[in-house]
């Protein structure tokens, strides 16, 4: 059911939610998790009304169930189904379910000004542990290349070469063997493993 609804022009886009974070890189912009709820019973009756919910603006889960059921609430024992969502990685939305775990450290990436790093990480990794990103997280990079370069220089490893000698020093090499032993780039972001 994943998001053809949408294409087939079924229910519209909610729209307008996708904005630059803090810090994070310029072209690139992040969608805060959503989802659109409807019931079984209402799907099941030829009918997909319900409603697109921004995630981040309920203080938690039980608060987002009682939003549900406030807009469900013609129906005796609503089954919420969840027809579409965005910016939530599919690991962390089902159907019948959303791993609230994810939304809370969206939130705490998004307040640090690291959502979208955070998103690619998830994606990545399959995990939705805020501390365990932010021990993760190296920066942002155009490359592996760019990376190591940027690492080289943070840390000084050319400092006592002649700069004569440091034209010589080859970064794409370096890059593969730090990539090749234990860091991670993905979608313009490097982690630690």
């Known amino acids: 059911m994943q998001r053809h609804l949408r294409r087939a022009g079924l229910i519209n886009d909610r729209g307008g939610h996708a904005a630059p974070q803090g810090d994070e890189k310029m072209n690139s912009s992040i969608t805060t998790p959503a989802i659109y709820v409807g019931t079984y019973h209402q799907y099941n009756g030829g009918s997909i ?6 995630l981040t603006d309920f203080d938690d889960e039980d608060e987002f169930y009682d939003a549900c059921r406030a807009l469900h609430a013609a129906e005796d024992d609503p089954e919420f189904m ?8 599919s690991q962390f939305a ?5 791993k609230w775990a994810f939304i809370e450290a ?3 990436a998004q307040d640090d000004g690291r959502a979208a790093a955070f998103v690619a990480w ?4 399959g995990e939705c542990d805020y501390d365990a ?4 997280y190296c920066g942002e990079a155009e ?4 990376f190591a370069y940027g690492f080289v220089e943070d840390h000084g490893l050319l400092n006592e070469v002649p700069e004569s000698l440091r034209v010589y020093f080859d970064y794409e090499a370096y ?9 991670v780039f993905h979608e313009g972001y490097v982690f630690s493993n």
């Open 143 to 146: 490359s592996e290349e760019d």
């Open 82 to 89: 969840f027809q579409d969502w965005e910016g939530i990685p």
């Open 49 to 54: 009304f319900g409603k697109w919910f921004d």
């Open 175 to 183: 890059a593969r063997d730090l990539f090749s032993s234990g860091y």
């Open 122 to 125: 998830a994606e990545y990794t």
């Open 94 to 98: 089902s159907e019948s379910s959303v």
């Open 133 to 136: 990103f932010d021990d993760a």
């Open 106 to 108: 969206f939130r705490q």
